[in-house]
C-alpha cells in the first residue's frame, strides 16, 4: 500500500517561512492535498492538487509537488498558523500522511 | 451555509454495533462523493470508507473491510456508517467529509464537527 511521510514536527521563527513535506514514492504523479487541524476543531482544507488554494485561505499558504516530495510552504508564519497539517493522496484508496506539528516562535 | 452534523456516537462494547448519520445541508448533496475519516485520541487521520454520488462506488479502508457498511440517502441528505463487530481500536472522533463529483479526484473540501465512538468493556 502507499505511504507517505510526513516530518513529526517543524518550527518557524514568527513572520518566516515554513516548508512542511510530504515524501512518497513518485508523489509527483498524483494530486497531493494538505488539511489544517487546529486542537479541537475539525481538518481544514488549504491546498488541493497540489498548488491550489480553497477560497478563503491566505496567499501565504502554497503548495508544490515535484519527484518524490510534495511540499506545504506558509509564508510570513502567523501565531494562528499553528496546528498539524497533512497531507493527503489517492492511490486506490485515501492515504494520509502522519501528520507534522507546526510550531510557530 | 455548508455544514455536515455527524450523529450516533456513543459507548459501546466490544462486538457490538453502532450506526453513524451525517446529516448534510447548504448543497446539493446528490452531486457529491462523501467520506468517514477518524481521528483516535492523540493520533492523526485515517481515511475510513468513501461512497460516490449514486452509490455505485464504495471504498473501504482494509481495517473497516467486512466490519463497517457506508451508504447514503440522497432523498434525506444523509450519510451513513453501519459499524459491527467492533473493536478498542476503532475508538475515535469520526468525521463525515465532502468529495467531489469523483472519488479520489477532488480533495475533501468541507468537514463536520464529528462523532466520538468508544469500544470499551
Known amino acids: 500500500s502507499y505511504e507517505l511521510t510526513q516530518p513529526l514536527s517543524v518550527s518557524v521563527a514568527l513572520r518566516q517561512t515554513a516548508r512542511i513535506t510530504c515524501g512518497g514514492d513518485?508523489?509527483?504523479?498524483?494530486?497531493v492535498h494538505w488539511y489544517q487541524q487546529k486542537p479541537g476543531q475539525a481538518p481544514v482544507l488549504v491546498i488541493y492538487?497540489?498548488?491550489n488554494r480553497p477560497s478563503g485561505i491566505p496567499e501565504r499558504f502554497s503548495g508544490s509537488n515535484s519527484g518524490n516530495t510534495a511540499t506545504l510552504t506558509i509564508s510570513r508564519a502567523q501565531a494562528g498558523d499553528e496546528a498539524d497539517y497533512y497531507c493527503?493522496?489517492?492511490?486506490?484508496?485515501?492515504?494520509f500522511g502522519g501528520g507534522t506539528k507546526l510550531t510557530v516562535l | 451555509e455548508v455544514q455536515l452534523v455527524e450523529s450516533g456516537g456513543g459507548l459501546v462494547k466490544p462486538g457490538g454495533s453502532l450506526r453513524l448519520s451525517c446529516a448534510a445541508s447548504g448543497f446539493t448533496f446528490s452531486s457529491y462523493s462523501m467520506n468517514w475519516v477518524r481521528q483516535a485520541p492523540g493520533k492523526g487521520l485515517e481515511w475510513v470508507s468513501s461512497?460516490?454520488?449514486?452509490?455505485?462506488?464504495?471504498y473501504y479502508a482494509d481495517s473497516v473491510k467486512g466490519r463497517f457498511t457506508i451508504s447514503r440517502d440522497n432523498a434525506k441528505n444523509s450519510l451513513y456508517l453501519q459499524m459491527n463487530s467492533l473493536r478498542v481500536e476503532d475508538t475515535a472522533l469520526y468525521y463525515c467529509?465532502?468529495?467531489?463529483?469523483?472519488?479520489?479526484?477532488?480533495?475533501?473540501?468541507?468537514w463536520g464537527q464529528g462523532t466520538t465512538v468508544t469500544v470499551s468493556s
Open positions: 467529509a465532502r468529495g467531489g463529483g469523483v472519488i479520489g479526484r477532488y480533495a475533501m473540501d468541507v
Open positions: 461512497i460516490s454520488s449514486s452509490s455505485s462506488y464504495i
Open positions: 513518485n508523489i509527483e504523479s498524483k494530486n
Open positions: 493527503q493522496v489517492w492511490d486506490s484508496s485515501w492515504v
Open positions: 492538487r497540489n498548488i
